[in-house]
């Protein structure tokens, strides 16, 4: 298993400014995700976290909107930049320990923007 | 990429009923289909998983089906309770994971 410490939980943002989320797990990991959910709605897969390696961005999500670092098998972060009131949901930090099995989940970032 | 569909979206059932969760997966590769349960404000937390070389896998009032000639799994929920009142979701796995768009279940009392 893994426990997964998620910071914040919840912001309120200006917009046009920047958020950084932060994920760190207990125990080194094969694979780092960040989800997106809008309230209400399912879990959209932002990018897959590449140690050392610029992150996979899914169709949709690019690298000037979403940064994300992953300097270690334990750590990772996402900036949601230049905010509108369009990015306002909720992050998950998602880790599977070993390929195909199960995926352990953050207690999400519920960010708002004004 | 992996499309995963699910259905339906809203369920409701009374006490003591099953209910059924069915979802569909379009790649072939996926080789690993767990099921989430989220209850409001919390995360998504495993309730049941399947793998591509198992057609059933049973744990007491909950199953779930996979066939894979058709890519279609199921979740069973025998004896509905309460609190099994959550949104469900179903998820498709190759190396990366794909949930379906998720069932509001609700069990009436």
């Known amino acids: 298993s893994a426990v997964i410490s998620q910071k914040p939980s919840r912001d309120i943002c200006q917009r046009g400014t920047s958020l950084t989320i932060q994920c760190q797990v207990d125990s080194q990991v094969t694979m780092m995700f960040w989800y997106r959910q809008q309230p209400g709605q399912s879990l959209t897969l932002i990018a897959t976290?590449?140690?050392?390696?610029?992150?996979?961005?899914e169709s949709g999500f690019v690298i000037d909107k979403f940064p994300i670092s992953r300097p270690n098998l334990t750590f990772s972060t996402l900036t949601v930049s230049n905010l509108s009131p369009e990015d306002s949901s909720i992050y998950l930090c998602?880790?599977?320990?070993?390929?195909?099995?199960?995926?352990?989940f953050g207690q999400g970032t519920r960010l708002t923007v004004v | 990429g992996e499309n995963v569909e699910q259905h339906p979206s809203t369920l409701s059932v009374q006490e003591g009923d099953s209910a059924v969760i069915k979802c569909t997966y379009s790649d072939s590769a996926s080789n690993y289909f767990p099921w989430y349960k989220q209850e409001l404000g919390k995360r998504p937390q495993l309730i049941i998983d399947?793998?591509?070389?198992?057609g059933e896998k049973k744990d007491q009032r909950i199953a779930v089906t996979l066939n894979k000639t058709a890519k279609h799994f199921s979740l069973h929920i025998t004896e509905t309770q309460p609190e099994d009142s959550a949104v469900y979701f179903c998820?498709?796995?190759?190396?990366?994971?794909?949930f379906g768009a998720g069932t509001r279940l609700t069990v009436k009392p």
């Open positions: 998602s880790v599977v320990v070993s390929p195909n099995t199960e995926a352990f």
């Open positions: 399947i793998r591509s070389n198992v």
């Open positions: 998820a498709a796995n190759n190396n990366d994971m794909r």
């Open positions: 976290a590449n140690q050392g390696s610029e992150a996979t961005y």
